[in-house]
C-alpha cells in the first residue's frame, strides 16, 4: 500500500447538524413576548373576560405594583394599544413590574403553599394511628443466602 494517498475527513470536521432531526412545527404565541428590559419582569394581566370587565383583578395587580407598559415603549407591540395608550391584546394588559419586587412577591406565595402544605401533612398525621397506620414505611425485602432448611 505504499504510494497510496488517502484523504479522510478529521472526526473534528464532522458536525452533528446532518443528523438532527428538524424542529417539530409549533403554533406560534398568541400573545407577543415584550423586548426584554434591564430590571423588570412582563406579565400579562387580565382586564376583561367574555367582554365583561374585571375591573377587580386588574386593580389588585396594580396594587401589588404591576404597572401597564405604554405603547409608544414597545413599537414591537403596535398591534393593538387601548384608549389610554396601554399595549392590550383581547382583555389581557402587557404590565411590568421591578424584578425585586416580583421575587418578594414568589417568594411569599412559596412561603404560603409550603405552609399550607404542612398544614395537610399535620392534619393527615393527626388521623394516624401505629396499629393502623395511614403511610406506610418503606418496603423491603432481604435475600439472605446460606444453609437451607433440610427436610
Known amino acids: 500500500m505504499s504510494g497510496i494517498t488517502i484523504n479522510r475527513a478529521s472526526r473534528e470536521a464532522e458536525t452533528r447538524e ?33 367582554g365583561v370587565a374585571d375591573k377587580t383583578n386588574a386593580s389588585r395587580q396594580f396594587r401589588e405594583g404591576y404597572v401597564p407598559v405604554r405603547a409608544e415603549d414597545h413599537p414591537e407591540l403596535m398591534l393593538e394599544a387601548n384608549d389610554k395608550g396601554n399595549v392590550e391584546i383581547g382583555g389581557l394588559l402587557l404590565c411590568k413590574i421591578p424584578e425585586e419586587a416580583a421575587r418578594q412577591r414568589a417568594t411569599y406565595y412559596e412561603n404560603l403553599a409550603n405552609k ?14 401505629p396499629r393502623m397506620p395511614l403511610l406506610r414505611p418503606e418496603r423491603s425485602s432481604k435475600v439472605s443466602f446460606g444453609a437451607g432448611s433440610r427436610d
Open 18 to 50: 446532518a443528523n438532527t432531526a428538524p424542529a417539530a412545527w409549533k403554533p406560534p404565541s398568541i400573545l407577543p413576548d415584550p423586548t426584554p428590559e434591564p430590571g423588570y419582569v412582563y406579565r400579562w394581566v387580565r382586564t376583561a373576560m367574555a
Open 116 to 129: 399550607q402544605m404542612e398544614s395537610v401533612d399535620n392534619n393527615f398525621m393527626r388521623e394516624n394511628d
